[in-house]
Nanobody, 126 residues
């Protein structure tokens, strides 16, 4: 049974930091590109970033570049999202997702992901 379980969300003040984790089971983690998306109320799900299988190279959405960092541990079957310098507009439910794809444009599209977590809420306060 495939499971992606996010954790680490919560309430944080602006300019603070949080680290999200996503623990995976039920498929071969090291052969999947792992993405992070977020969705704020009334908005579409937005690409945050991804870390590719094999090379471990990363891609980021423009709104988080320079502030967020994605990493993975193929032994622990876990992907991380380190979020620094958080802004009010970062408030959203954050989801991790898995895909066998690695093309940059493909990673932006939610429909190209095979598996999704249930999401974890991140709220940034002033």
């Amino acid at each position: 049974q495939v499971q992606l379980v996010e954790s680490g969300g919560g309430l944080v003040q602006a300019e603070g930091s949080l680290r999200l984790s996503c623990v995976v089971s039920g498929f071969t983690f090291k052969t999947y590109t792992m993405g992070w998306f977020r969705q704020a109320p009334g908005k579409e799900r937005e690409f945050v970033g991804a870390i590719k299988w094999g090379s471990g190279s990363t891609e980021y959405g423009d709104s988080v570049k320079g502030r967020f960092t994605i990493s993975r541990d193929n032994v622990k079957n876990t992907v991380y999202l380190q979020m620094n310098s958080l802004k009010l507009e970062d408030t959203a439910v954050y989801y991790c997702a898995a895909t066998r794809s690695f093309g940059t444009r493909i990673l932006l599209d939610t429909s190209n992901y095979d598996y999704w977590g249930q999401g974890t809420q991140v709220t940034v306060s002033s």
